[in-house]
């Protein structure tokens, strides 16, 4: 394997296992912004001038921008825009994070810097699926007063994570129905043995399920369906932003609704590394191995 200079810069856990993944790689790497991460080797942060001097794979995090606008450090206490570092990356340098904003594209093009938005790659949006599968079974133990054997969950949607939710629901014997749009969805979860649920009729069902878990991108689960829904039931939503539950009616009707974001770096952080390890890998040899 073709030893390159990686520099990582901010991100969670999931890039600081990426780290010492690359470094098992003899991978020449250098990090910044993980000086709360509790490992004694990320304990400082070397000038970013040294970091990306002569840095052919810069990464990242999943999302590259925080909330305030600054490159997301949530392991660090710098605040680092993502101006400082695109002026000090070298051209002909190919730069991955996850949910890179349009302005920021513009200026890595403008400096001929290629970028790859992570999380639009398939490999890695399936292989997460599993860590997210995980941490909602995880949830759903700790938060309801059932076992999951026997209960009744509603999952809402049969993308990725559904499709691997249903099943691993199914395994603890659970009662599983899947809401999903397309008749061939509707098709595949009756074959795999699981209760299908036409979206359009979601009002129908959901008065008796224990819990509702929903992976649908866009709001599904509107104040009048939540309405229809039994007392007590327990609400997950594990959609990015803007999720696709009403947690305004949630609470005005009592529910416990938990959003939770960023199950992969949450649960299994190291798995996870991996996973972005061995698709930068994959995009390296996509673009010829220049970089």
Known sequence: MHRRKYA????DMRNVYLAELLKKDY??????????????????????????????????????????????????????????VIEKTGENSIFIAGKIPDSVKKQLESKNI???DIVEREELMVLNAVPT??????????????????SRVLVVGYGRIGKILTKMLQGFGAEVWVAARKYSDIAWIEAQGLKPVPMHQLARYVS????????????????????????GCLLLDLASKPGGIDFKAAEEFGFKA?????LPGKI?????????????YNIIEEEGGVY
């Open 268 to 280: 299994a952080p190291l798995t996870a590394g991996d996973i972005i390890r061995r698709t930068i």
């Open 208 to 231: 008796d399920m224990d819990a509702i878990v929903n992976t649908a991108p866009s709001l599904v689960l509107t104040k009048e369906i939540l309405e229809k829904t039994r007392s």
């Open 27 to 84: 991978q020449y790497v250098e990090i910044y912004g993980f000086e709360k991460s509790g490992k004694p080797w990320a304990s400082k942060n070397a000038p970013l001038d040294f970091i990306l001097d002569g840095a052919r794979v810069i990464v990242g995090g999943i999302p590259l921008i925080s909330e305030n606008g600054f490159i997301s450090t949530p392991l660090s206490k710098e605040k680092t825009t993502i101006q400082e």
């Open 8 to 11: 990582i810069i901010g991100g």
């Open 114 to 116: 290629k970028y790859v």
């Open 133 to 150: 599968a995980e941490g909602a079974v995880h949830i759903l133990i700790e938060e309801l007063p059932i076992t999951l054997m026997d």
């Open 258 to 262: 938990i959003w939770s974001l960023g």
